[in-house]
């Protein structure tokens, strides 16, 4: 079984796995019927696509993220520019071949660190621990994307439909927060600490983590796709974390100035949905199984 999709009166949609079709329940959980995935022969430049939600008969989607290695070993990075991809319905059975909608800017995604030995090197391939790439959330119909780059501390949200109209599009200011040599340091340190290896000296490990290091002048505002919640909202997720609560901040959908709702959520949880009430996320245990769970929204004293 596959990810869910809630609408906002309780129905709600289950994309199989492989994206091979689309069962639809009601808000009672009876079944109204399934719809075919899209054709697997699909591609873009000669690249298979990743296709999600079906809408009237229309797709949206992107090419995967992958890195490749070349006979030698040496890593090769996604391409920095990735495109979001439309495909229409054109009747008669008949669709679009994928085409351009936009372009998300990844090129500070993947963090390649590159230890010297001997005639070849090796290569530990992680995420850049400040990194700003575009982040994009596809739900039926809408393709919701997240850059967190431009001005310092500055979110812009960009929404547009299978057809590749820009339906909506919102910059949220947040107080910049300049990258400080204490913030690196740390977030080195802990990968490090977690990394130690007999085979590798301590003081090689540390050159080259440091050498491919992303270091924006400004922690970048926002972090990991934006989730599009049953409260009609756009929540994004920050690096700011106070005491042990991450800061969220929700932001209603297709509205251009609507005040924000700024939330502390459990840094272990990963918010996957939202009411105006409550919200549901997943957390992960010791030996990493995943469990649902679910907060009551409490306003702020005062």
Not at 269 to 297: F, K, N, Q, S, Y
Request: avoid cysteine.
């Amino acid at each position: 079984m596959g990810s869910p999709h809630i609408e906002t009166d309780g129905a709600f949609r289950v994309q199989e796995a492989g994206r091979g079709g689309y069962t639809s329940y009601t808000a009672h959980g009876e079944l109204v019927g399934t719809t075919p995935g899209p054709p697997a022969t699909l591609n873009y430049q000669g690249r298979s696509v990743d296709l999600h939600w079906a809408d009237a008969g229309s797709y949206l989607g992107s090419l995967p993220i992958t890195t490749s290695s070349t006979p030698t070993g040496e890593t090769l990075l996604p391409d920095p520019r990735r495109p979001v991809l439309g495909v229409r319905d054109l009747g008669n059975g008949q669709r679009s071949d994928p085409q351009p909608l936009l372009w998300l800017d990844i090129g500070n995604l993947t963090h390649v660190i590159s230890i010297p030995e001997g005639v070849l090197d090796r290569q530990i391939v992680t995420a850049q621990p400040f990194g700003d790439p575009d982040h994009v959330r596809f739900e039926p119909g809408a393709a919701v994307v997240m850059r967190p780059k431009g001005d310092p501390g500055t979110v812009e949200l960009i929404e547009v439909d299978a057809s590749g109209d820009t339906i909506w599009h919102r910059r949220v200011a947040l107080a910049p927060r300049r990258l400080t040599s204490a913030m690196v340091d740390e977030v080195a340190e802990t990968w490090l600490a977690q990394r130690a290896s007999r085979d590798i000296p301590p003081a090689r490990l540390r050159e080259s983590y440091y050498d491919g290091l992303y270091r924006p002048e400004y922690v970048p505002p926002a972090e990991a796709p934006p989730v599009l919640t049953a409260s009609g909202e756009v929540w994004f997720r920050t690096p700011e974390v106070v005491d042990t609560l991450r800061v969220y901040y929700a932001v209603p959908r297709g509205d251009r100035t609507g005040l924000l709702r700024r939330v502390l959520l459990p840094e272990s949880m990963w918010l996957t949905d939202a009411t105006e009430t409550h919200v549901w996320g997943a957390r992960w245990d010791e030996v990493g199984r995943p469990h649902v769970i679910g907060r009551r929204l409490v306003a702020p004293e005062g």
